[in-house]
């Protein structure tokens, strides 16, 4: 008992002696009872691109006493965190040794391009780890790629292996982010029962733990009935969040005990004890079932899969020996459940189990509600109230809520309906109850179409609105009219806007006549159709019953377009359209590619029309669509000659006066040589007869009415070239002063023409004179044929002198002087060329030159 004591006493003398060591090794650093406090929580990491497949991570160390650190990443919106293993400097899904201290920067491999990352860090002393650091803020390699749910994987491969157990295997499919968990559904083929498989003991659960890591690949299941047949799906999930399910695999079952495989009946159909719903369409389902004996007859109840509350079908019971009924007025991509119950000997029982969940069409998925229908504008005239009606439909989750915008027609900016006062506001509110599906608007101003569109909202968010509904109108609409400058009638703009002078205003009627003269529209009734664009889509019937005939004479139906808000009769297209007629699309306009310019112009309908009543059906796609208008015409086709023809043409003394207008600022600027420095001519009086767009001399001079210079251009030439121009929004321009000049705005100029007719062909210019006369102006022969002349005419000379010689008659010579022979010898110039007068400048720059000329010869002579 002694030798205890003292082996007692000495382990507890050893023991103070420890405490007393560590005290001092250890400083103040240590609590009153001597423990070490953990780590202080980390900061947050930050993380950058390190290379094309690296990030760098730095943090900083809380405490001196840290002795390691640990690194965790994951993709950005992910649940699932990769250790980082200092060993290879990879992501690892389990374990990873730790980064030493004092160590506070590492590269992390293996990260893939285009995701974004977070990281987050804990540290560690003696006593344990730290609380972890808040996450980093992402940080990606390159250009971010785009991100979407994984897509449904191809079907899975299920196999039975033996009594109570299956086997599943499946591919991942592609995706970015990486799919990193997959979930396996099992369903009972006969019931619809619908389980999952556990990721830790492969059972059949309803939930908990089934994701299994994207490592797994296949999974056994345990539990599986034997004799019952069952079928796979796999959906997988990533960043992003779950996807879609896969088609199921092909359906397998493990034989019941004491059976062959070929002796085991499979599911046959509906029971007394399940029934089957079999999809019809139109909002039906046929209900089957089979009568247990003494049934006399059977209630149907149904319910929406999820729903607590059951429905009686039809309203009543189905008596025997009915083993079916139709359940109408279901909703499409809803999933239903069935549930019977039958009447024997005189009470309601036996309840048959609840039978596999049907679908109409395919399967709604969660997510923000789709496009609505347009709604309808309801306008009561003796309550002066408009309201909006629309029609909601089912979504998932269910709708909660509906925004209602309101316009006038043409207007660019909407305004939104109060949910409480009704009133419109130019600001987006809280939404209006989806039931009852309408809603009174206030404040609307009478006169005014209006338009509205809807858009329906559920817990996951607004989704998109509706096409605008058609155009409503509390009273007669109030007309909007403009006076055309060409047909000097009022047009009704209607709701379209026109922001130029009214004195360039152009009706689109006129417009549409004038489009294109080589397809001049048939008078009286060529228009056939003209409609201001209102809505994207328009659907309206044509009756040609002489299409025939006009086809044989040459003629065809034209779609034309322009915008309202403009003074010229370009085609323009919106930016997409499509027309159809009797169900046949006839031709389409797209979208110009990046970096092109779409050439516009009217397109020939006439192939895709019938004689008799067409419906023709057009849809169109643009920023700002009320501000078209479009129209059918009926064109007979012309030629350059025929446009000749009826060209207007102006008299030889009204084209005499018009030139003399021209020039009379011309001839009133006098010249005064010695005070007036310069003349300036507002139009020179020099006419070329050489047409500007064939280089050729002018056949027939033709002139702008509205034009303000003497240069014609030749008529065919003119036509000719407009024709062949493919972009008809160039065309129909002067070629001398770029006006817009159409075929009626044309004049043949009769005093031109003369000029024309008694100068010589050569002749390329002419100067026209105050009085109205002209003289040609001759182009200077070239340096070579003058030599040649006065060779030729001295040879002449001489051949003659020689000549009268002989016979002894005295004959004058004339010498011919040579310009370098005489340099002060004046030449005369023709009489048929009008002398510029010289400036003061000019006439100074003269005199220096010949004083200049007259010094050097003196200085030869000496």
Request: with cysteine; net charge negative.
């Amino acid at each position: 008992g002694l030798g205890i004591c003292r082996i007692g006493s000495y382990a507890l003398h050893l023991a103070y002696l420890f405490e007393l060591w560590q005290r001092a090794s250890h400083g103040p650093g240590r609590q009153e009872h001597g423990q070490m406090p953990k780590p202080g929580q980390p900061d947050r990491p930050e993380v950058f691109a390190a290379s094309s497949s690296s990030l760098r991570i730095v943090w900083s160390i809380p405490d001196p006493e840290v002795v390691a650190s640990t690194i965790k990443v994951r993709i950005s919106g992910s649940q699932r965190f990769q250790n980082y293993d200092h060993a290879t400097g990879k992501l690892v899904s389990k374990g990873g040794s730790t980064v030493p201290a004092p160590t506070c920067e590492v590269t992390v491999e293996g990260c893939e391009e285009g995701l974004a990352y977070e990281a987050i860090v804990a540290a560690m002393n003696s006593e344990g780890w730290s609380d972890v650091s808040p996450p980093s803020l992402p940080a990606a390699i390159g250009e971010l790629k785009p991100r979407a749910k994984p897509s449904a994987p191809a079907p899975p491969k299920l196999v039975a292996v033996s009594s109570g157990k299956l086997k599943v295997s499946w591919s991942l499919p592609k995706a970015c982010p990486p799919v990193e968990a997959s979930q396996v559904q099992v369903t009972e083929v006969s019931t619809g029962l619908t389980l999952l498989v556990d990721a830790a003991n492969g059972k059949l659960v309803p939930s908990g733990r089934t994701t299994f890591a994207s490592s797994r690949c296949e999974a056994n299941i345990n539990g599986a009935a034997d004799g019952v047949e069952y079928v796979a799906a796999v959906c997988c999930r990533n960043a992003e969040g779950f996807g879609e399910y896969s088609i199921a695999s092909d359906s397998v079952a493990n034989p019941l005990a004491g059976t062959s495989g070929m002796e085991l009946v499979l599911h046959q159909g509906p029971t007394s004890e399940t029934p089957v719903m079999e999809p019809i369409g139109d909002g039906k389902m046929r209900v089957r079932w089979l009568l247990p004996e003494g049934a006399k007859s059977t209630t149907v109840k149904l319910r929406r899969v999820g729903d607590h509350n059951w429905y009686l079908c039809g309203g009543t019971a189905v008596a025997a020996p009915a083993e079916e009924t139709i359940a109408s007025g279901l909703e499409e991509g809803i999933e239903y459940e069935a549930m019977l119950s039958f009447l024997i000997n005189g009470r309601w029982c036996c309840e048959s189990g609840i039978s596999r969940p049907a679908c109409i069409g395919n399967k709604k998925l969660p997510g923000i509600p789709e496009v609505p229908k347009e709604p309808r504008i309801i306008v009561d005239q003796s309550q002066r109230e408009m309201r909006v009606r629309w029609q909601s439909f089912t979504a998932v989750p269910a709708l909660n809520g509906c925004t209602v915008r309101f316009r006038a027609v043409g207007e660019r900016t909407w305004h939104y309906v109060h949910p409480s006062t009704w009133q419109l506001s130019p600001k987006e509110g809280e939404p209006l109850p989806i039931n009852p599906n309408e809603a009174q608007v206030l404040g609307i101003t009478p006169g005014v179409r209006y338009e509205a569109c809807v858009a329906f909202r559920n817990k996951l968010g607004q989704g998109p609105f509706s096409q605008s509904s058609e155009p409503a109108c509390l009273g007669r609409p109030i007309a909007r009219l403009a006076r055309c400058q060409y047909c000097f009638t009022d047009f009704d703009l209607q709701h379209a806007q026109y922001s130029r002078s009214a004195e360039t205003f152009w009706c689109p009627l006129c417009r549409f006549r004038h489009m294109d003269p080589f397809n001049s529209v048939v008078e009286p009734y060529g228009l056939l159709f003209c409609h201001i664009v209102i809505r994207p889509n328009i659907t309206f019937s044509l009756d040609l019953p002489d299409l025939k005939s006009w086809r044989k004479e040459d003629q065809a139906i034209f779609l034309r377009m322009v915008k309202v808000d403009s003074d010229n009769c370009a085609q323009i297209w919106p930016r997409k359209l499509t027309f159809e007629a009797n169900g046949a699309e006839v031709f389409g306009i797209k979208e110009p590619e990046e970096g092109h310019v779409r050439r516009d112009v009217p397109v020939n309908v006439s192939a895709g029309l019938r004689a008799g009543l067409n419906t023709i059906t057009i849809t169109m796609e643009d920023d700002y669509i009320a501000g078209y208008a479009m129209s059918l015409v009926r064109t007979q086709s012309l030629t350059a000659q025929q446009i000749a023809s009826n060209t207007t043409q102006c008299q030889e003394e009204d084209a005499k006066a018009r030139v003399m207008s021209l020039l009379k600022d011309t001839w009133s600027n006098p010249v005064d040589e010695e005070e007036e420095e310069e003349i300036t001519c507002v139009i020179s009086n020099k006419l070329k007869l050489r047409c500007p767009l064939s280089f050729e001399r002018v056949v027939i001079p033709t002139r702008g009415e509205q034009c303000m210079h003497l240069q014609c251009f030749g008529l065919q030439a003119y036509l000719e070239s407009n024709m062949k121009m493919r972009a008809m929004n160039n065309r129909w321009t002067c070629p001398v002063c770029s006006t817009i000049l159409r075929p009626q705005d044309l004049r043949i100029d009769n005093y031109v023409l003369r000029i024309l007719d008694e100068t010589p062909d050569h002749i390329d210019e002419v100067l026209i004179m105050q009085d109205g006369s002209y003289r040609c102006i001759e182009e200077a022969p070239a340096p070579e044929q003058v030599a040649r002349e006065r060779e030729a005419a001295a040879a002449a000379a001489a051949e003659a002198a020689a000549a009268a010689a002989e016979e002894g008659e005295v004959t004058e010579m004339y010498q011919t002087i040579a310009d370098g022979e005489a340099p002060n010898k004046k030449r005369k110039q023709p009489d048929s060329v009008i002398q510029k007068p010289l400036t003061k400048r000019q006439r100074e720059r003269r005199q220096r030159m010949l004083a200049a000329m007259s010094a050097v010869s003196e200085n030869d002579s000496d």
